[in-house]
Nanobody, 124 residues
Framework: QMQLVESGGGLVQAGGSLRLSCAAS????????MAWFRQAPGKERECVAA????????YYADSVKGRFTIARDNAKNTVYLQMNSLKPEDTAVYYC?????????????????WGQGTQVTVSS
């Protein structure tokens, strides 16, 4: 498993932006599908964005399409989530996760490496 450390969360007003970063340790990052999940109190963990280990089209949840962008830098073992036009409903703990699966998956049970989470709070 990889060790994942998220950073970049915080408090922002509605309409603002944040960029989350996730630094991975280990030599296998470049061959692992990566994703950002979020979980709000009382809600299930949901995949907001995922990116294949090489090439391919990223996945975005409908609720964040056009506002969030996922990207990865395999040379830096880092995956990013740029969040623009934030809304109060984006408030959640955001987790970075990795999955060694042949295809890109969005079910949290398929991911075997997780970060500790970073809180994102959007005020109205």
């Amino acid at each position: 498993q990889m060790q994942l450390v998220e950073s970049g969360g915080g408090l922002v007003q509605a309409g603002g932006s944040l960029r989350l970063s996730c630094a991975a340790s280990g030599r296998t990052f470049s061959s692992v599908n990566m994703a950002w999940f979020r979980q709000a109190p009382g809600k299930e963990r949901e995949c907001v964005a995922a990116i294949p280990w090489i090439g391919g089209t990223p996945y975005y949840a409908d609720s964040v399409k056009g506002r969030f962008t996922i990207a990865r830098d395999n040379a830096k073992n880092t995956v990013y989530l740029q969040m623009n036009s934030l809304k109060p409903e984006d408030t959640a703990v955001y987790y970075c996760a990795g999955a060694r699966t042949p295809l890109l998956v969005t079910t949290w049970t398929r991911y075997d490496s997780w970060g500790q989470g970073t809180q994102v709070t959007v005020s109205s």
